[in-house]
T-cell receptor
Framework: NAGVTQTPKFQVLKTGQSMTLQCAQDMNHNSMYWYRQDPGMGLRLIYYSASEGTTDKGEVPNGYNVSRLNKREFSLRLESAAPSQTSVYFC??????????????FGPGTRLTVL | AQSVTQLGSHVSVSEGALVLLRCNYSSSVPPYLFWYVQYPNQGLQLLLKYTSAATLVKGINGFEAEFKKSETSFHLTKPSAHMSDAAEYFCAVSDSDAGGTSYGKLTFGQGTILTVHP
């Protein structure tokens, strides 16, 4: 049981380049999330998918797009990377059944640098 | 909207001393509250959570937290710090939209880096 996996672990981009961050979970969770972590700002929600086939914006969605490919996979795309998107990106998942939050399980993160 | 404030971005203690990490929340609905820990270059791991069952919550690695509604606080404590406790700690509260639906979302505090000195 691998839990939540993310690829790649590290990435360096030039301004204007595009890339997709991949996330997969093998826990049969229905909800998945993308966060970014910046020093002194905690984790901020970029996008989430409450269930397969749905996605919605979080606190900081500008400059990002997402795809919920199937129940296991949730990808984050940067169409035209900017230095302000230099950050550590975390994917998380949980089983959400209509109540309030249960435990979110986090991946190991992707460290992205945009030059 | 819900919010979380962690008082003190850095806390330093000696090994064996009491650990106290402070968290205050703002929520328009009864909150679910969480403490997560992040070791260097790793993802976040759940320490403990409050889901209205008991106000004193015990977690892993000897940590506990007490929910105080009157003070809107959920401070994290450990009686005796160990070198292995050095990490960054995040307090989080269940988030919800205008209609009161959470979709499992969390709002995190800014984080507190705990340093433990020998």
């Amino acid at each position: 049981n691998a839990g939540v996996t993310q690829t790649p672990k590290f990435q360096v981009l030039k301004t204007g380049q595009s890339m997709t961050l991949q996330c997969a979970q093998d826990m049969n969770h229905n909800s998945m999330y993308w966060y970014r972590q910046d020093p002194g700002m905690g984790l901020r929600l970029i996008y989430y998918s409450a269930s397969e086939g749905t996605t919605d914006k979080g606190e900081v969605p500008n400059g990002y797009n997402v795809s919920r490919l199937n129940k296991r996979e949730f990808s984050l795309r940067l169409e035209s990377a900017a230095p302000s998107q230099t950050s550590v990106y975390f994917c998380a998942s949980l089983i959400w059944l209509g109540g309030f939050a249960d435990t979110q399980y986090f991946g190991p993160g992707t460290r992205l640098t945009v030059l | 909207a819900q919010s979380v404030t962690q008082l003190g971005s850095h806390v330093s203690v000696s090994e064996g001393a009491l650990v106290l990490l402070r968290c205050n929340y703002s929520s328009s609905v009864p909150p679910y509250l969480f403490w997560y820990v992040q070791y260097p270059n790793q993802g976040l791991q759940l320490l403990l959570k409050y889901t209205s069952a008991a106000t004193l919550v015990k977690g892993i690695n000897g940590f506990e937290a007490e929910f105080k509604k009157s003070e809107t606080s959920f401070h994290l404590t450990k009686p005796s710090a160990h070198m292995s406790d050095a990490a960054e700690y995040f307090c989080a509260v269940s988030d919800s939209d205008a209609g009161g639906t959470s979709y499992g979302k969390l709002t995190f505090g800014q984080g507190t880096i705990l340093t433990v000195h020998p």
